[in-house]
């Protein structure tokens, strides 16, 4: 429950709206079938997720990628994506996917940043990023 309310929070402050009103938010599960879901906890307090799904035998969708706005700039979301990393690597996976929507300009510098490249995806909606492993 923590970390929905989390979410919405941000949602709502990125989409200016109620954020249930968005596909984004509608499934929200920790409890979907993720081959691993991260989360970053100070004083008690969860400030940050990341989740990893697998989509095919050598490739996985980066998921939940969220931190609290007054967490942002500390490191948090880069240490979780290098343990998620990490991870799809020890398992033998070779592609990383990721997609995010447009408005969501923090997270598009970050996968610049972490060497995704933009890809064609299915929804047109999303920007569509691949990391190769």
């Known amino acids: 429950v923590e970390i ?8 709502r402050s990125m989409f200016n709206g109620d954020p249930r009103e968005f596909d984004i938010i509608k ?4 409890k979907k079938s993720y081959i691993l879901f991260l989360v970053a906890e100070i004083d008690g ?19 939940r990628m969220y931190v609290r ?18 991870f799809a690597k020890e398992n033998d996976y070779k592609k990383m996917l990721f997609h995010i929507y447009p408005v969501m300009t923090n997270a598009k ?7 995704f ?3 064609k995806g299915d929804d047109p ?9």
Request: glycine content about 4%; hydrophobic content about 40%; some cysteine.
């Open 45 to 63: 307090k969860i400030v940050a997720t990341i989740a990893l799904k697998k989509i095919s035998k050598d490739t996985v969708r980066l998921k």
């Open 4 to 11: 929905e309310e989390m979410v919405s929070e941000l949602l």
């Open 125 to 133: 909606q999303q920007l569509h990023f691949l990391k190769e492993l």
């Open 117 to 119: 490249v933009e890809c």
């Open 27 to 30: 499934e929200f599960s920790v």
């Open 69 to 86: 706005k007054e967490y942002e700039g500390r490191g948090i979301a880069q240490k979780m994506l290098d343990k998620a990393v990490k």
């Open 109 to 115: 510098k970050f996968t610049n940043k972490n060497g």
